[in-house]
């Protein structure tokens, strides 16, 4: 059983939304977009706490500066999914079996459902609610009691960087330590054992090095002032590295197949160290859902990376939000959804289930994931042929009053990758875009392309497509005034008879087409923005009022 989808209706900074979950979500979005609101849905509602939450007159939704227009009802709705047809049959849901709605798919759901509203007085009442499949209340006994039920086997666990949470109070540690010692040295005998039978063997101190990596970890995000190791400085740093070294090679080593029972074993570690470190007790056939708040904070790109391989050998679910584009590169596209405020709404966008064809994802992990990640974060993708339009239109749009890193604008180039699997993916992550094309014969195409987007939606080709009206960039600038750059660079005196095609053929020969590019944004510099094309100067008007609009 795993949380599929949670549905938020006027609760704290979120009017609503609709999101949909895997085993593995990871969140993207700008400041303003709600996560705070929905990590607190999650941690208040699911989370292991004795006594249910009741909602409180903060937690209702107000636009930005106006709370005197509060609303006086919300409504959250989490869906709970089992893995496989026939799972909720499973000892563990035998509590939950009056709760189970069938659905056409053939799998059973559980749609649990809490209300909020506030009367007059301002007095706060909260409703929970089992539902059917057409979402009225089910006549249940002993709601509260079932709810315990399904928090008791998929709790919420929260972890975020120690520096925005308070010190955990000491009492939280409680008389379970020496226990828990017990039970992390039976576990860590457990895993040793495991181990010893796999050809590539750790020693028991590789192995306590690795736990300790991963302890080390867990200080990160429930201690304000991380491990407070003895020791110099220098030893303690050479034992740290030592530490993320061995915790990699336990990685590597129960990623292997036929290694589900040392994964099991790391998750019960894993949960005894969160014990450990807070007041969470956990059932032991317990499979929580994990929130990771901007694990990057902090953590180097390295560590970080040995950190998500020890997350991604937990047989849990797992939320994370980041804003750190090398995080984005190790998860696969499939799993990464952007949200966007808009007015109403926060808007979801994701792949889904569809996904891409097999070729268009290769091509879209190996240019966006991989090689551009930060280009998820991006507003707006202003698309060109090649690296000299990279070069030159960031340039041009300076000169012209554009940063086009604040407005959220990022220069993709798109002839290695091909156009039309951008656009399909641009179009399904909810992000703008805007392609300029040569005026050659494979132009022509691209803008073909183009222009068969736009036949299924509600677009105006001005918005998305500026041709030029020449063969290539060279072409278009020698032609706007720019010839004097490439006789220069291509060392033929400006008054020769000789045909443009063959100046730019020598000046290409003789420097490269992305030096030409510099060298023309240069000139354009010297000269002033009256010498950059209007047509250039009306397309980067048309990508900033396309980014603004998916601006908050």
């Keep these: 059983m795993y949380l599929e989808r949670i549905e938020i209706v006027g609760f704290r ?5 609709s999101l949909t979950l895997d085993d593995n979500t990871l969140l993207l979005g700008e400041n303003a977009w709600g996560k705070s609101s929905l990590l607190d849905a999650l941690t208040l509602l699911l989370a292991p706490e ?29 869906t709970f999914c089992e893995k496989d047809i026939g799972h909720a049959h499973l000892p563990r849901y035998r509590h939950l079996s009056p709760l189970w709605v069938k659905a056409e798919d053939g799998l059973s759901r ?6 909020g509203e506030m009367t007059d007085d301002d007095t706060v009442c909260t409703w929970r609610s089992f539902l059917d499949a057409d979402g009225n209340p089910l006549l249940l006994h002993h709601i509260d009691r079932l709810v315990r039920s399904i928090i008791r086997i998929h709790p919420v666990l929260r972890l975020r960087d120690a520096r925005f949470i308070r010190r955990l109070r000491p009492s939280s540690l409680g008389d379970r330590l020496p226990a828990d010692n017990e039970a992390l040295a039976q576990q860590l005998d457990q895993l040793t054992r495991e181990l010893v039978r796999n050809p590539q063997k750790l020693t028991n101190g590789e192995l306590r090095q690795g736990l300790a990596a991963m302890q080390q970890l867990l200080e990160h995000y429930f201690s304000e002032q ?3 190791t003895a020791g110099p400085r220098r030893q303690r740093r050479q034992q740290e590295q030592q530490a993320w070294r061995s915790l990699d090679n336990i990685n590597r080593m129960v990623a292997e197949p036929n290694s589900r029972s040392m994964r099991l074993i790391l998750l019960g570690m894993f949960s005894t160290l969160l014990q450990a470190k807070g007041n969470v007790k956990l059932e032991p056939h317990a499979r929580p859902l994990l929130l990771v708040e901007d694990p990057e904070t902090r953590l180097h790109p390295i560590m970080l990376s040995v950190a998500w391989g020890l997350l991604n050998q937990l047989p849990l679910q797992r939320i994370t939000t980041t804003n750190s584009s090398e995080l984005v590169s190790l998860v696969p596209v499939v799993h990464v959804c952007r949200l966007v405020r808009e007015s109403g709404r926060v808007a979801t966008y994701r792949l889904g289930a569809r996904g891409l064809g097999p070729e268009d994802s290769r091509r879209i992990a190996f240019h966006i994931r991989f090689n551009r990640p930060s280009s998820l974060f991006a507003r707006c993708w202003l698309l060109v042929e090649g690296e000299t339009e990279v070069w030159l239109l960031n340039e041009l749009a300076r000169q012209c009053g ?37 005026g050659d014969e494979a132009g022509r195409k691209y803008a073909n392309t183009v222009r068969n987007m736009l036949d299924n939606h509600e677009d105006n080709e001005r918005d998305r497509l500026t041709a030029l009206p020449a063969a290539d960039m060279e072409h278009f600038m020698y032609k706007e005034g720019f010839s004097p750059v490439y006789h220069r660079v291509a060392a033929v005196p400006i008054n020769a008879q000789m045909p443009m095609r063959k100046v730019i053929l020598k000046a290409v020969h003789r420097a490269s087409k992305p030096d030409l590019a510099i060298e023309v944004a240069m000139q354009a510099g010297e000269w002033g923005t009256d010498a950059v094309p209007s047509l250039l100067k009306k397309m980067f008007s048309r990508v900033i009022w396309l980014a603004r609009g998916r601006a908050d």
């Design 110 to 115: 559980i749609h649990y459902r809490c209300e």
């Design 50 to 78: 004795e006594t249910l939450y009741r909602f409180e007159t903060h937690d209702f939704h107000f636009p930005p500066g106006d709370e005197a227009a509060k609303e006086r009802y919300l409504q959250i709705i989490f």
């Design 402 to 438: 554009h940063n086009f890193e604040a407005e959220g604008v990022r220069v993709i180039e798109f002839a290695q990758c091909g156009l039309k699997p951008l656009l399909k993916f641009a179009r399904r992550m909810g992000i703008e875009w805007h392609a300029l094309v040569d």
């Design 226 to 228: 991380g491990s407070q």
């Design 13 to 17: 900074g979120i009017n609503r939304l």
